[in-house]
């Protein structure tokens, strides 16, 4: 079966930094997305990692140890439109499905 | 093309009732998948094709959920005897086959309300 673990919520101040943590156990792992959600529209592509270590792109990088099972999200310079949830989501070898998390919702406060 | 187009955009229906909804991916995305997102939840899988094949269906897809996807361009989605629990979004997405990494497009989703 399939089982990934993130916060529920999280708050942050504008122009800090903010890392949101995410810990699966998967039978079949084949990579790890990150998704961007804001209310009432669909998720965005954000970023994908199937080898271990950092991706940087722009104010989003994301980390991956396939050992361990983590993830993070790392958010720089927060802006108020980074208000949204984000959504971990492992990519399974059994039938090219992904599977998601149930998101982190995160606040950026003036 | 622009994405993914689904429609409608909402849906009130009384129980018992059946609906489709129908999702228009990206042209040349030969893979098509339906999730059913419910408030604070992520999307979960129901169903996946790879052109006009069905590859996938979720076991928690009951026997009242049926989706097709005749020529490998667009899909529809059916639910027969709508619940009061089917009420949620319900998203497509799309992607090009052998690109797994590229991550999905979403449409904008069916939002689904029974009554």
């Known amino acids: 079966g399939q089982n990934i673990d993130q916060p529920t919520e999280m708050t942050a101040t504008e122009g800090a930094i903010v890392q949101i943590n995410c810990t699966y156990q998967?039978?079949?792992?084949?990579?790890l997305f990150w998704y961007q959600q804001h209310a009432g529209e669909a998720p965005t592509f954000l970023s994908y990692?199937?080898?271990?270590g950092l991706e940087e792109k722009g104010r989003f990088s994301s980390f991956l140890s396939r050992s361990k099972g983590y993830s993070y999200l790392l958010l720089k310079e927060l802006q108020m439109k980074d208000s949204a949830s984000y959504l971990c989501?492992?990519?399974?070898?059994?039938?090219?499905?992904?599977?998601f998390g149930a998101g982190t919702r995160l606040f950026v406060k003036a | 093309d622009t994405g993914v187009s689904q429609n409608p955009r909402h849906k009130i229906t009384k129980r018992g009732q059946n609906v489709t909804f129908r999702c228009d991916p990206i042209?040349?995305?030969?893979?098509l998948y339906w999730y059913r997102q419910t408030l604070g939840q992520g999307p979960e899988f129901l169903t996946y094709?790879?052109?006009?094949?069905?590859?996938?269906k979720s076991r928690l897809l009951s026997d009242r959920f049926s989706a097709e996807r005749p020529k490998g361009s667009f899909s529809t989605l059916e639910i027969q005897r709508t619940e009061q629990g089917d009420s949620a979004m319900y998203l497509c997405?799309?992607?090009?086959?052998?690109?797994?990494?590229?991550?999905?497009?979403f449409g904008s989703g069916t939002r689904l309300t029974v009554v």
């Open positions: 990692n199937v080898l271990d």
């Open positions: 094709f790879q052109n006009e094949a069905q590859l996938e």
């Open positions: 989501a492992v990519f399974h070898t059994g039938g090219f499905k992904t599977i």
């Open positions: 997405a799309s992607v090009p086959t052998g690109t797994g990494g590229s991550g999905y497009t």
């Open positions: 998967t039978s079949g792992f084949n990579g």
């Open positions: 042209s040349e995305h030969n893979r």
